[in-house]
């Protein structure tokens, strides 16, 4: 194994041969003119071919990969399992369908190379893979649910209300040890859209004097599969983050509104889309606010069950 490198390039995969084939590849295709990074694969359980095609690609350079399984299911589980068998200073995350751009890696370096101990974590660009052509009732509001970022063309300090997204985004791995890591209760579960865990972290990290930075020219190109593509996804995924939200707010300490207030904003919003046009883009904004404050009070009595 590299003895020490910079950066470990994580990626955690779960049945998603075909698309951790291509990231992969783009890892593969990464500058070759400072090669101070290892890679590891975590395979969440796959029952698909991707555990056996990460182990092929491990094998034809072993000094430089390798893959751990972590049995758990769980994304932010196996994001732990990752930085925690890595001993690089820095741990860089791309999803399993996300494919690095030329330069990725050679801004990466570059930001950490600016650190002066206090960078704690480093979100870059998410552009689009269209699947299927954008359909005309896909807004921009609904676009960075597909995990897509563009801050724009600066690079600079982030925001209180700006996160980073997992399909692109480097730690220190002393920042991750302080912070204990993801929270587990966050983060994709099988078929359970939760989220959030990324923001969870970013937040503790900032609470504890550690600088969240956007590089611009960090780009990775993310698949917007033709399955999620359809209004019943976003649906769902509104949904789900609207449970990530209290379940964040929760951990945070952080007031919310209470479970008659949440029904009271899910009411309004359903009279909203029954008034508007059948087939207007005000109807399906305020179809997709419904299901998220549904999910707010799913979160609420889910939280209430744990205490």
């Keep these: 194994m590299v003895s020490d490198p910079l950066l470990s390039i994580v990626v955690c995969t779960y049945n998603r041969a075909d698309g951790l084939a291509k990231a992969l590849a783009g890892i593969d295709r990464l500058e070759s003119d400072r090669l101070d990074w290892d890679a ?3 395979d969440n359980g796959s029952r698909d071919s991707s555990l056996k095609l990460a182990r092929e690609w491990a094998a034809a350079d072993p000094a430089r990969r390798r893959v751990v399984i972590e049995p758990v299911p769980g994304l932010s589980r196996a994001r732990n399992r ?5 001993a690089a200073r820095f741990v860089a995350y791309l999803d399993d369908d996300a494919i690095p751009r030329s330069g990725w890696y050679r801004a990466l370096a570059d930001e950490i190379s600016r650190d002066d101990g206090r960078t704690g974590i480093i979100g870059g660009k998410i552009e689009p893979i269209w699947e299927v052509p954008r359909p005309a009732w896909l807004s ?3 676009v960075p649910f597909l995990s897509m970022l563009d801050y724009g063309e600066a690079r600079r300090a982030l925001g209180e209300d700006e996160n980073v997204v997992g399909a692109n985004m480097a730690i220190a ?15 994709r579960r099988g078929r ?26 960090m780009i990775v190109r993310h698949h917007a599969p033709a399955e999620r593509i359809q209004v019943g996804w976003f649906r769902r995924r509104f949904f789900w983050q609207g449970y990530s ?8 300490q952080i007031p919310g ?5 949440t029904f009271r904003l899910a009411a309004r919003y359903a009279r909203r889309a029954y008034q508007a046009p059948t087939g207007s883009p005000e109807r399906l904004d305020a179809t997709m606010d419904v299901a998220y404050y549904l999910g707010v009070a799913y979160g609420t009595i889910a939280a209430r069950g744990r205490s």
């Design 173 to 187: 791995r002393t920042a991750l040890e302080q912070a204990g890591g993801f929270n587990e209760q966050l983060g």
């Design 82 to 86: 990752g930085w925690r068998a890595s």
């Design 140 to 142: 921009d509001r609904m």
């Design 245 to 252: 939200d209290r379940i964040t707010q929760r951990s945070h």
């Design 40 to 42: 590891i694969i975590v």
């Design 192 to 217: 359970r859209l939760v989220s959030n865990e990324e923001a969870a972290l970013q937040h503790r990290l900032t609470s504890l004097g550690w600088r969240a930075i956007y590089r611009p020219d």
């Design 257 to 261: 509104e209470s479970l008659r207030q």
